[in-house]
């Protein structure tokens, strides 16, 4: 099978004047074949799809000019674009509410507020997890937060250590759903679709999930008081020995204030079209700053927060360049026009092509990162779907709700390891954290098909607002 290309666009007159080239089906599977191959041996993502681009390049076109003038040309294009500071502002928003103690504040109070409710403990780390979702966007900083704040706390009270990891673990998916997620920020700018509208449709689908969590806590407590050790010897534990000393109200409420202010103020902002989302995200850093000032925070904080997302967010930067140019090289080689015509062709339904492509991305979250899963797969992915008349939207959530559950895929389900890393402690195994995080991916899987059968979750709030 031959298929006839033109090559792509990439900014340069001799570039747009090289004549239309052929290649076979073979350019596809080796450009495939070979990035597969540089990730499953180790090659650092990014590494890998710069590789993988300048050769499939050169396969189609056999200039190193050509090669040369698409790379030049898509970095530029990359560093001028204003969309991609929105990662690293959103970021430092995050690590600025983080440094300033206000989720500490905020699960205390929660915790506090809901005595006498079975799993009071776990169903406060569900609902804190859902809160930090709104100002952090990244899932495994969610997990490494609440296992130091909750855990702690969930074992002086007997909690089974691996029902509370597996909250703690659970809940940190929340990270990547509830805007202003870090994937739902990807995802728009590798699909070019609206960031407000990609926010805006995973806030139902977050609060189904964090719902449907709080179920499971609360009928696992009800069911077996034991393993959130509601009872001891047969007698009630004595809750005001394990919480400690009562929080300083002020604080508790600053933090509840300011918090709320952040999140209505940013998201609001970005979804009446007050300010673009990367607007939306300077904002939204500004006020953190001010807000982790008023709570104590002082200079050396401010600079380790600058340091720790500029570590964070420049391998992510670099992936995005690198995906760019992905994208491009699948466009000129037509390796995305032939496999959505083999999946078109194949005979399979739909459902079937949808099943395979989840399936692909549970396999890939068990051994790399939400966002290198992404780069990967969605330039692919994104035009199959919309190709099998799937919406965009409601795939947009799909995708990242199955990214994230293949990050409680064992064996190597990144934020069962993330948690683990930040307890520190030798009693509980990382087999038994995945094993009470089962009941969370059920969950997630849950969630994916009914947005598959119910679109109008993930479309409501766009549709009504854009």
């Not at 747009?16 to 080239?21: D, F």
């Not at 430092?92 to 504040?105: Q, V, W």
């Not at 918090?259 to 970005?270: D, E, Q, R, T, Y």
């Not at 967010?313 to 390796?335: D, E, F, K």
Request: glycine share 10%; with cysteine.
């Amino acid at each position: 099978m031959r298929l006839r290309i033109s090559p792509y666009d990439v900014g340069r007159n001799d570039v747009r004047r090289a004549p239309a080239v052929m290649f076979d089906v073979g350019t596809a599977t080796i450009i495939i074949v070979l990035l597969l191959v540089l990730v499953l041996l180790g090659v650092h993502v990014a590494i890998a799809l710069g590789m993988t681009s300048v050769v499939g390049i050169y396969l189609v076109t056999g200039k190193f000019r050509i090669v040369e003038a698409t790379l030049a040309s898509t970095s530029a294009e990359a560093l001028r674009d204003f969309t991609f500071a929105v990662i690293p502002l959103f970021m430092l928003m995050g690590e600025f509410i983080g440094r300033s103690g206000a989720i500490t504040d905020i699960y205390t109070a929660i915790n506090r507020g809901i005595r006498g409710l079975p799993g009071r403990l776990a169903v406060a780390t569900v609902l804190g997890n859902t809160i930090f979702s709104f100002v952090t966007g990244v899932s495994i900083a969610s997990a490494a937060a609440f296992s130091r704040i909750a855990y702690p706390e969930m074992k002086s009270f007997g909690y089974h250590r691996g029902f509370a990891l597996g909250a703690i673990a659970g809940s940190s998916c929340l990270g990547m759903l509830i805007p202003p997620s870090v994937l739902m920020i990807v995802w728009g700018i590798l699909t070019e679709q609206s960031i407000g509208r990609l926010f805006l449709a995973g806030v139902l689908p977050g609060i189904m999930l964090a719902s449907l969590f709080l179920l499971y806590v609360v009928g696992s407590a009800i069911m077996r008081p034991d393993i959130v050790g509601e009872t001891e010897a047969g007698e009630p534990v004595d809750v005001r020995a394990a919480s400690g000393p009562e929080p300083d109200a002020l604080q508790t409420i600053l933090s509840i204030i300011g918090m709320c202010a952040i999140i209505f103020s940013v998201l609001g902002g970005i979804w009446y079209g007050v300010f673009t989302p990367t607007e939306g995200a300077g904002a939204g850093a500004a006020l953190a700053l001010l807000f982790a000032v008023a709570k104590g925070m002082r200079w050396g904080g401010l600079l380790q927060a600058i340091f720790s997302v500029g570590q964070t967010a420049a391998p992510i930067l670099i992936l995005l360049l690198m995906a760019a140019l992905y994208s491009r090289t699948l466009a000129m080689t037509g390796v995305t026009t032939a496999i959505q015509d083999f999946f078109l062709n194949s005979g399979l339904e739909p459902w079937m092509i949808l099943v395979c492509m989840v399936l692909v991305w549970f396999l890939l979250g068990m051994v790399i990162d939400s966002i290198s899963i992404m780069l990967l797969t969605v330039p692919i992915f994104e035009p199959l779907a919309a190709a099998l008349g799937f919406d965009r939207i409601a795939f947009a959530i799909v995708g990242i709700l199955a990214i994230e559950a293949g990050l409680l895929t064992p064996p190597f389900g990144l934020l069962v390891y993330t948690v683990k890393a930040a307890i520190q402690d030798d009693d509980v195994s990382v087999k038994q954290i995945f094993i009470s995080s089962i009941p969370y991916w059920i969950i997630m899987l849950t969630g994916i098909v009914a947005i598959i059968i119910f679109p109008q979750i993930a479309n409501y709030l766009p549709d009504l607002l854009f």
